[in-house]
């Protein structure tokens, strides 16, 4: 009986010794700290790639994990979503590695990078859902259940652009976490991060970390040179302009939707897509236990009333 006990007590030290040293994979990342110029920088390697101060705060995965990502897109991976299989946590947090060192979801405290990536996906759960009414779940429950437009009703060329961006005969309806459209934007997208998306659009839906890249570049990205990106007009570090007090513009989610969107759902009073995207916006902040309380008054949220910083091009269905 004795010896029994003591097997028993072995094995049990012997698993707690595994689960120790193992841990999860965000724990076997060893973070490289430096000082340069007399500041502390840091690298956390897949995490957070390269030398800069906002990898020495806490990063995305160490308060946005993989049960978290499985919560905000329960449905993704149904037999009757669309892009099963395709989005993952890893796709996510290695695109995430490239945008960190400059902020994206470590500008500020724990709160701002939480509030960030909630708002960030929630652009992305909204405009890849197949949710509606009374599906399984709730409406907010089925983001990424697409990587790309189903039935395209033409082939998204612009004309004024095809000089700097000419169109080899393939399709640029939307794809990507945040859909793409038009040559100019895929070609432009493309040049940004290395990869020829012009002569290869599907590339996009068939990588879900280059999607997730394409996705939070253009978040971090200006669109023009005097516009802010929406990554600066959420964390605070874009400052309203006389102008833009004016046309009712003030830092926060409301206008991640104008820099992302203009008019096409801002400035609108109580529109659907507008109301659809604050939705899942609040939601994921639930289920990252942060709380909606958190998103501010109203007129934080919302772009009902803003004038919108660019008038989308007719033809355009996004940009």
Not at 20 to 40: C, F, H
Not at 55 to 76: A, G, M
Request: net charge neutral; charged share 20%.
């Amino acid at each position: 009986m004795e010896a029994k006990w003591c097997f028993l007590v072995t094995m049990a030290l012997l698993v707690m010794l595994v689960v120790v040293v193992n841990g999860d994979e965000s724990s076997q990342v060893k973070t490289v700290v430096k000082i340069v110029k007399g500041k502390k920088v840091c690298d956390k390697g897949w995490e957070c790639k390269g030398l800069s101060a906002y990898c020495c705060n806490q990063t995305i995965s160490d308060f946005f994990q993989t049960y978290q990502f499985e919560n905000l897109f329960s449905k993704r991976n149904t037999p009757v979503a669309h892009a099963s299989g395709f989005w993952d946590y890893h796709s996510f947090i290695t695109a995430a590695a490239e945008y960190q060192p400059h902020g994206f979801g470590t500008t500020g405290g724990k709160l701002t990078g939480q509030k960030e990536v909630a708002a960030f996906l929630g652009h992305v759960g909204s405009k890849t859902s197949c949710g509606y009414g009374v599906a399984t779940g709730g409406p907010l429950a089925w983001g990424l259940c697409y990587n790309k437009e189903m039935s395209p009703s033409k082939t998204y060329c612009g004309d004024y652009y095809k000089y700097t961006y000419p169109c080899p005969g393939v399709s640029y309806h939307g794809r990507g976490a945040l859909p793409l459209y038009w040559n100019y934007n895929y070609g432009k997208t493309g040049e940004a991060l290395k990869t020829d998306l012009l002569n290869h659009p599907e590339y996009l839906e068939n990588n879900a970390t280059l999607a997730f890249q394409a996705a939070i570049w253009k978040w971090m990205t200006p669109e023009k040179k005097h516009l802010p990106s929406a990554h600066d007009v959420f964390v605070g570090k874009w400052k309203p302009t006389k102008n833009d007090t004016l046309a009712k513009r003030v830092p926060g989610f409301g206008t991640t939707m104008n820099v992302l969107y203009g008019d096409q759902v801002c400035g609108k009073g109580d529109d659907e897509s507008m109301n659809n995207i604050v939705s899942h916006y609040l939601y994921y902040l639930d289920l990252m236990g942060v709380g909606r309380e958190e998103a501010g008054s109203h007129d934080v949220l919302s772009c009902a009333e803003q004038l919108p910083f660019n008038q989308a091009p007719a033809s355009a269905l996004s940009s």
